[in-house]
Every structure is written in C-alpha cells, then in structure tokens.
C-alpha cells in the first residue's frame, strides 16, 4: 500500500526520493509526490499514474533541497487523483506531511476545523490530521509538543513524514501501526516504509515502534515517545545485500522469485533440520507449555490464508491437536471463544496487513499465546507475537505472493513435525522419514522449473478464455484455490479455485469446451487419486479442457487430459510445494501471453495495512 520516504542529509534528496519511491512500487500505488524544505518555504509536486508522470513533472519544474519526503498513495479515502495525493499541506503551507495508514475519526477532528474556516483541497483523512496539526501549533506551542498533542487526538494507525517550514533542516516522522524505520549512512539519515527503499543509502536502521516519534537532523535523531519524552535509539545493523532486490536478470521481479524457491526452500531445510532433528530457534515454546496446548487456530489473508489450510491439514495429520483456520478479516469480527490453552497462529508475508494483526491482538487480549509465521523481520507482526518461525525467503518484490508462500508450507511441515515430536505424537522413524521426504522438495521444484517452456505452451494455448477452473483434493485442495488467485491477479482472467468433490454441487454447469479446468492429480498413495480421476471423467464427459499436473511416469491421465505437466514424485502431503510452482508459472505465462503488468498488477497492494 501506501509507501513513505524521506531523507535529511548533506546533499540533493530528489534523486533519493525517487529511487526510494521507485523501490516502493511494488506495494502497489496510483499516484505519488515529493516535497522538500527550500529556504523560503516548503514546496510540493505530485502526479497521478506511475512514478515515470512525477519524474516528468520535475523535469520540468525541477527542485532540490536536502531535506525532503515522497509518498506512493494507494488510493482509500477520495479517488486517485493529484488534488488527493500526497504530500498534503495545512492551509497556510507551513506543514507538509505524507501517511501510510488511515485517521478514523478524521470526521470528528474536520468538524472543529470547518467551524474555523479551514477549507480543505483533498478529500483525504491525512489533511485533516496536517490541519489539526498545524491547529495545534497555532498558540505558539512548540513543534513536537504539538506533534505529540496532535496524534494523541487521532484515531486509527499512521506511519508519518512531516516536514515544518520553520525548521527547514529536519525531518519528523511517527509511527503507530503502519510500518516506518528511520536509517543513517554516510550521507544523512532518512525514514522509509521498508529497508530495500533506502538500502543503498544506510548502513544501520530503527524499527521504530508504534508510539513514538522520530526528529531528524543531518547528523541527528532523536526519539520521542507520544507525550514528547525521549527514547533511547536501537540501532540494528542492516544485514540485507543489495542483490537481493533487483532482478537478476530475470524480466519480472516474479519470475526471478519463482525461481528463486529452489533455494529458499533448500535455506529453511539448512537453517531449521539438523541431522534428523527440526529446531526452530526463534519458536520459544518449550514440551510443557505445548502439551497445554488444547486448539489452534490459524488466521491469515490471501494467499497466506491457503498456507494456514495446508497448515491445518499437516498438523492435524502430524499431531493430536485440533486445528481451525479462518481469514483474519472474518476472525476478528466472530466471537470464537479463545482461551488460554488456544494457540493462535497467524501467518503473514509482511507482518503488516491489518485484519491479521487486529486477529492476534483480539486473540491476545483473550490471553492466547501468538505463533507468527512471517518473512519481514522486525514487522508489527513480529513483535505482537511470543512464538515466532521465520520464513526467511528474502524481500519478495513481486505483487503476487510465491516463494513466500511456499516458505510458509515449508514453514508449516517443519513446525507439524516439531510439534508433533514434542507432544510425542510421532514415532522417531515416522519423523526421520518425513524430513528425509522434505529434502527432496528442492529437486523436485526444481525440476518443475526447467519445464518453464511446456508450461508456457500450455498457458498459451489457454489464456484467451474469460474464465478457468482449478480442482484439488485434500492437501491439495488449497493450491487449487491459491492457482486460480495466482491467475486472476496477475493475468486478470476470472479463476475460480474448487474442492474437485464439490464439483458436482455447482461449477460442473460452467464447463463446456471452452474452459480450461486445471486438475491437480499428484496423488502417489492413491488415496485420493481415483476420486480425483472419476472428477476428470466429469470434466471430459462435458468437453472441458482439461490440463492436469500429474506425477511422472502415471499414466492413468493418458486420453483423459488434453495437456499434462509432469512433476517428479513426492508424497502427497509435501506435494503442494511441488504442484503450486507449475501452477505459478501457469499463471506467469498467461499473463506474460495477456500482455499484463505482471510485477504491479491492477489495483493490488503488497502490503495491504488498511482494513
Ligand atoms: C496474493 C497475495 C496476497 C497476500 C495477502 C496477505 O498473491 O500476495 O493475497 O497473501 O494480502 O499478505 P501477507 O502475507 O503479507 O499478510
């Protein structure tokens, strides 16, 4: 969503604005601007559309100063428009100020505002917090005092850059959850939504937590709490190389991270298996306060939500333990009568989307212990949660979610083994058995990779209709469903994800020769497999087109699918690692052939921190 950044420093910050900005276009935006602290004042320039249309607008009414801030906006209140960009300026320009998140009680802090005569450009919630703000300063209080007083007044989240005409050498930010780190290099010190937008520029960084507030000098910061008293700093080194976000070469950023699974998965089986022994450093939950576990209750969104239904199956397989999902955005309005002994699990790529992280504190004020399966280190996920397992897939720069997502499934076989281990729920052979099974995941992922051009010639023979149908069984039930969201995000073709068994109760009216039915049939131990076979007989009795993903060497698809994609054998429940990658470049190619903008697809945000 929304992405901020903003320098302070010894040289021109234009340029630095820009390569932040353009570093945070993956979260997704439809407009964006700058503004920097010039000596007689404070001066702005925005643009609705790709960041090429702001860089445009500079071209041609350049600024430089060394003291600036840049917003990406991801429209939610007033439409995507230049008048409802950021940044936004109280009445008089004396505050700039951009924001990623949203002031809930905005209508409560205009309505005083109005009374006064304030008249408003945008639409937006984030002026009335400038104009509040710039209210607060109006009887000579001091600056910070009246930050502090200002967001002790709003309602909602934030993460904040602002800059005050009267001292044209700073910078303020604050957070309240909505991600913002603060970072220093040789060259000054800056704020950003996330690390890769200042990475080239910092050396060391603060996670700023939620609450406080920041004040940036050339050659300073200092950290205030909401009632303006000061915090000690905790600088963290920044560990991420620079190669980690570009592309490598590969013409998508999602093209390279689907490539990229081999390795992380292969990195998850290193960093967490050692000799046949799962340990999962950063879980912190010891036999004990695991047998006191009685539930689990796995919460999540998207695609992360099809790893926690994959999670759940695993588990329940693995352990005694009853296990629920349900999407955060659901969760958080139901009444699902937690308890102390419920493990609430949340599952998250950024740490940061908002109907996950307002699950977990729900969950958490009803004393449930928090486990977080998540890739971004330091995110407001992170800290909310006692128990955590990192997925440590690297930063995923590609809209559509894929090697995150297949961490999490790695994530969630080694934390099903591990917890069944401790709760004495598998035998020790049953266990070294399974690990020797998971590490064979790489190769066979691998092997699905060097099929990228069949796959491609099956997506490109297919792409054209207006609708496709995915069919899975059991744990495959869940990549069916993250297949078709694959393929409507990036490729903008309606797909529709299905329990094959539930077929008949509905889509089976939807097929007719033109719709390509996407039938996953990897089935090995043949528990499934003939169910899922009888479910390709209805497809074919009704001319659907019918491409399957099948194990090499199976040959019970012969005459029935009109295209196959072989995938190399692995036991059903480790499959989904495998099936999802074919399905990833599916939809790759479809969109590839579609002519989408496959890395920003339409409409869709990276980090969705809004509800
Ligand atoms: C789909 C996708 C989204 C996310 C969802 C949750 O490709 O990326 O559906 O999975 O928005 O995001 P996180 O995992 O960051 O909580």
């Not at 869940?478 to 529709?496: C, D, R």
């Not at 990897?522 to 194990?551: F, H, Y």
Request: glycine letters at 8%.
């Amino acid at each position: 969503m929304c992405g901020i950044v903003g320098m302070c420093g010894n040289s021109d910050a234009v340029p630095v604005l820009i390569s932040g900005l353009k570093r945070l276009e993956y979260r997704g935006y439809d407009s964006a601007g700058i503004a920097v602290s010039l000596p007689d004042g404070l001066e702005s320039r925005r643009s609705v559309g790709r960041l090429s249309n702001l860089e445009k607008r500079l071209s041609t009414k350049p600024l430089a100063a060394a003291v600036g801030i840049g917003h990406t906006r991801w429209a939610t209140h007033g439409e995507a428009s230049e008048r409802n960009s950021h940044p936004h300026f109280d009445q008089e320009n004396r505050i700039a100020l951009v924001h990623n998140g949203i002031i809930e009680n905005y209508q409560e802090l205009k309505a005083p505002l109005l009374e006064q005569g304030i008249t408003f450009q945008s639409e937006t919630d984030t002026e009335v917090l400038v104009q509040h703000l710039a209210a607060c300063t109006q009887d000579g209080t001091e600056f910070l005092s009246a930050l502090c007083a200002a967001l002790q007044d709003a309602r909602g989240a934030y993460a904040l850059g602002i800059l005050n005409q009267a001292e044209p050498g700073r910078l303020y930010a604050a957070r309240l959850g909505s991600p913002l780190i603060v970072g220093r290099g040789p060259d000054g010190v800056y704020i950003a939504s996330d690390v890769p937008a200042i990475l080239p520029q910092v050396d060391e960084v603060i996670y700023l937590e939620d609450g406080q507030i920041a004040r940036l000098s050339e050659n300073e910061v200092e950290l205030f709490d909401l009632q303006g008293n000061p915090v000690s700093p905790e600088w963290k080194q920044v560990e991420l190389e620079e190669n980690a976000v570009d592309s490598a070469g590969f013409e998508t950023f999602m093209l390279k991270e689907i490539h990229e699974q081999t390795r992380v998965l292969q990195g998850l089986l290193d960093r967490y298996v050692s000799g046949e022994q799962v340990l999962l450093p950063d879980l912190n939950l010891n036999d004990e306060a695991l047998r006191s576990i009685d539930r689990m209750m796995i919460v999540s969104c998207g695609t992360a939500f099809y790893a926690g239904m994959y999670g759940r199956l695993l588990i329940e397989k693995f352990t005694d333990l009853p296990v629920e999902t349900d999407l955060a955005s659901e969760f958080r309005y139901r009444d699902p009568k937690l308890s102390a002994n419920t493990l609430v699990l949340a599952v998250s790529q950024s740490g940061e989307t908002a109907d996950t992280l307002a699950s977990i504190k729900m969950a958490k004020e009803q004393g449930c212990p928090i486990l977080s399966i998540c890739n971004v280190e330091g995110s407001s996920l992170v800290r909310e949660s006692q128990h955590l397992l990192y997925t440590h897939a690297g930063p995923e720069i590609g809209v559509a979610s894929t090697k995150a997502f297949t961490a999490q499934l790695m994530a969630f076989a080694l934390l099903a083994l591990h917890i069944a281990k401790l709760r004495g729920d598998m035998p020790a052979d049953r266990s070294h058995r399974m690990i020797c099974e998971l590490r064979g995941i790489p190769l066979c992922i691998h092997r699905v990779l060097e099929q990228r051009e069949h796959i491609q010639s099956i997506a490109e023979k297919h792409h054209d209709g207006p609708s496709s149908l995915y069919l899975g069984r059991r744990f495959n039930y869940p990549i069916a469903l993250e297949g078709a969201l694959k393929n409507k995000e990036i490729s903008y073709q309606h797909a529709e994800g299905y329990a094959a068994g539930e077929m008949k109760h509905g889509p089976i009216a939807l097929i007719n020769e033109a719709l390509p039915v996407i039938c996953i049939c990897t089935d090995t131990e043949d528990e499934v497999a003939e169910k899922m076979i009888s479910n390709l007989r209805e497809v074919q009795a009704r001319n659907g087109r019918i491409i399957a993903i099948a194990t090499e060497g199976d040959t019970r698809l012969d005459g029935l699918a009109g295209d196959i994609i072989f995938v190399p054998r692995s036991l059903e429940r480790f499959s989904p690692m495998v099936n999802v990658v074919a399905l990833q470049l599916l939809a790759y190619y479809a969109a590839h052939a579609r002519g989408t903008d496959i890395d920003k697809p339409r409409n869709l945000a990276k980090s969705v921190t809004v509800e």
